[in-house]
């Protein structure tokens, strides 16, 4: 199990079986706080970043901000801007890619 994502459903699983509150408390803050290490870690590739369900929704945000483009989440999926370019939007599963210039949205299908 080298996924941390696949650590933190093992701390999730544990979390539901134990009978102690405190233990239960304990098992989910690990899994909570490994889910946000597999995240931020998801964003450190400054060339693409996957659009994955399990993402905090500020890595790509952020990912996208350090590139010069606005973003923000929607009911139909992510949208990304800039100034003279028209709004785009990524869904789950998309990768943004970054070429030195733009970030294209290559589609998950």
């Known amino acids: 199990m ?11 699983y544990e979390a539901m079986r134990t009978l102690g509150r405190r233990k239960s408390r304990h098992l989910r803050a690990m899994a ?15 060339t693409a970043l996957q659009l994955r369900p399990d993402i905090r929704l500020d890595v790509p945000e952020r990912w996208c901000r350090q ?5 923000g989440f929607g009911t139909d999926g992510f949208t990304i ?15 943004l890619r970054w ?6 949205i290559e589609s998950r299908a």
Not at 2 to 10: M, P, Q
Not at 81 to 89: I, V, Y
């Open 2 to 12: 080298s996924d941390l994502r696949e650590v933190a459903f093992e701390y999730e």
């Open 32 to 46: 909570a706080s490994l889910r946000h290490i597999a995240g931020n870690r998801a964003g450190a590739d400054p």
């Open 67 to 71: 590139h010069g483009y606005q973003a």
């Open 81 to 95: 801007e800039r100034d003279g370019e028209p709004a785009r939007l990524a869904r789950l599963g998309d990768t």
């Open 99 to 104: 070429d030195g210039r733009r970030i294209h």
